[in-house]
């Protein structure tokens, strides 16, 4: 046998060795392998032997509980981040059946299977951090669809003053209504909407309206602390952080509204 | 996940900062969605921090559950996660460590994993035999993060 052929047995024993079966039920074993969440724990996989022989790799549901520790995983439904979704689970093959992710595969294929199933758990988990750096377009979709689904109709998106404002030139990203001091939320990706908002926020103190100013920033961090500072000291509220605070953040407005 | 935000002092009096006599059964989560259940619910603790506790629990498998316990970081929209009680579904590896085990683990915020890059604040994980299903690690959260225990249960203990 060549030096190769002696790398590649110590190599395939190396990577068998790392893979341990426990039982977990009847026609069902829990796959233990060292591929991991950045916390640590381990990926849950599940192996079942289906009736017709075939082969079904099954995660049962744990991977989007994991993630909704830190996001919120009903944004993975719809948006940019579906359509990233999608294409990490058909790339390889799983099938996402309302929560559970699975694969299913034959005795031939078991390996290449359970390796790109991995990589399918790696690339939807990895999802999370479309919330801050990968993915910026996916803020305001999430801006929209957070305060759509917390205040339904009451919520006005890309609202303008129609009677001072006809050409629209101070929009306000999302008016909550319903009461006499509405809330004027403004979604903050960067610093051209961080100057821009703070202008409508002026104009509006200006026109004496009764509004509750909210600035909501995709990472506050990022702006730069010069504007930061203009838009804070007019605005009645800043959130630092969209992302996994959606439930914080219209709770809050929720209960300034009278 | 950047950068150290709070010792492991500061991580202590927060976990045991007093907060107010909570049911159990209110952490239990009903909210079905994507195959398993969800409760949060929002703590002011005794010296006015805002705490958030989370419950979530695979439908199919009660013994894959989570309580995270974490702080509402002011001025900020950040949930810093003190604690985190697993039970036993899934094995877990400290990296600093070096060990790997599964059981029934708790998650704890630790200064030396918040300095490392790309980890969670808490990943570091201790097995523990204090629980053995849900309620148990619900009733151990209270127990041990500062929470005064409601006031039928204190009468009962006397």
Redesign the interface.
Known sequence: MSANGSAADALSRAVGAAVELRPSARDEQQVLAPFRFPDGDHFVIYLRDLPDGRYELSDGGHTYMHMSYAMDVDALQSGPRAALLEGALSNFGVEDREGELASVTDEDSLGASFLEYVQALIQVSDLRYTTREQVRSTFLDDFRRTFEEAFGERAQFDYHDAERDPKGEYPVDCLVNGSSRPAAVFAIPGNDRCKDATITVMQLRAWERPVFTVGVFEAQEDVNSRVLARFSNPADKTFAYLSGQEDYVTEYIRGILP | ?SGIVFSDAQIAALVTEQKPPIEPSIFIPTLA????L?A?V?VEGGAGSNF?V?V?Q????PL?F?V?LGY?IP?????F?LR?L?GL???????IEQETF?AYHV?EATERYQALP???E????VPTDAYVDLRGAIEHMLDTAGFDPPTQLRMSRL
Do not use: F, V
């Open positions: 996940m969605k994507l195959r398993h969800r949060d929002e958030r989370i979530r695979r439908e199919d498998h894959d989570s995270i509402q001025e900020s929209s950040r949930l996660r985190r697993n579904s899934h094995q877990h590896t400290n990296p599964y998650h790309g980890r969670s808490e990943h570091y994980a």
